[in-house]
């Protein structure tokens, strides 16, 4: 069974940084896409950063130039550094990976951003 296992989520205060992490497991398959989402109370999931191919990255607006995401050699594991986190930014992230076609999601960790 594909599992994908997120950490590093947190309280931090505006202006930090956090790292996220997030592994897949349960697969011989790598991913063709990775990724993480973000969903704030009451609103919608929206993107924000995905790795694709040989390693194509691309960011949404709000966070272009804070957040960075990464993967490992392995194809297993993506991560998103995160900096000069902003209240705005408190939400739970989940990782994405497309697996053999199927998009497969994170548990979510919680990020919340307050002084």
């Known amino acids: 069974q594909v599992q994908l296992v997120e950490s590093g989520g947190g309280l931090v205060q505006p202006g930090g940084s956090l790292r996220l992490s997030c592994t897949t497991s349960?697969?011989?398959?790598?991913?063709?896409?990775m990724g993480w989402y973000r969903q704030a109370p009451g609103g919608q999931r929206e993107l924000v950063a995905t790795?694709?191919?040989?390693?194509?990255?691309n960011y949404s607006d709000s966070v272009k130039g804070r957040f960075n995401v990464s993967r490992n050699k392995a194809m297993n594991t993506v991560n998103l550094q995160m900096s000069s986190l902003k209240p705005e930014d408190t939400a739970v992230y989940y990782c994405m990976m497309i697996i053999r076609g199927a998009t497969r999601w994170g548990q979510g960790t919680q990020v919340t951003v307050s002084s």
């Open positions: 790795i694709v191919g040989g390693g194509i990255t």
């Open positions: 349960g697969s011989p398959y790598s991913p063709t896409a």
